[in-house]
């Protein structure tokens, strides 16, 4: 049985690019590529998987209705994946004992956490809020996987 700790081993390979899946409405699938890793959750500290997702994008939207979903970890034939409900904050996406004016420094934690660097953390900030970036947090609820 993976646990989240295999998680993390896996999150440090393929540059920390990962397959979301989340349900439509009309019970089929989308998954798609983003980056993501493995940090504490930022009222709960429990350690979950976290992304960043676009503020206009479907995926979010999926998100926000059906409040979970699934990543999957892979490095060659190693693979481990997570499934359970996400917390979602951002600019438009509050969650109880977390201060919204901390949202720059919390993307820049989960950019990190899925192996990110960069030069420059003001623009990197500007341009998060530009486009509304939000983080996701998704709780193991299920963990499994080989490797």
């Known amino acids: ?19 979301i899946s989340v349900a439509r409405a009309d019970g089929s699938v989308h998954s798609s590529v983003v980056n993501a890793g493995v940090m504490d959750h930022p009222i709960t500290g429990e ?47 509050t969650i109880d004992g977390f201060d919204p ?3 720059p420094q919390l993307l820049r934690d989960v950019f990190t956490a899925a192996g990110g660097t960069h030069d420059d953390w003001d623009e990197y900030d500007r341009v998060m809020a530009e486009d509304g970036r939000t983080a996701v947090f998704v709780s193991p609820e299920r963990v499994q996987g080989r490797g």
């Open 101 to 103: 004016t901390q949202v």
């Open 1 to 19: 049985m993976a646990t989240i700790a295999d998680i993390e081993r896996l999150s440090t390979g393929e540059h920390g690019l990962v397959t």
């Open 47 to 93: 350690r979950v998987v976290a992304t960043v997702l676009r503020g206009p994008s479907w995926k979010l939207g999926r998100l926000r209705e059906t409040k979970r979903c699934t990543i999957l970890f892979r490095v060659s034939w190693d693979w481990a994946s997570v499934d359970g409900p996400v917390d979602i904050v951002g600019p438009a996406d």
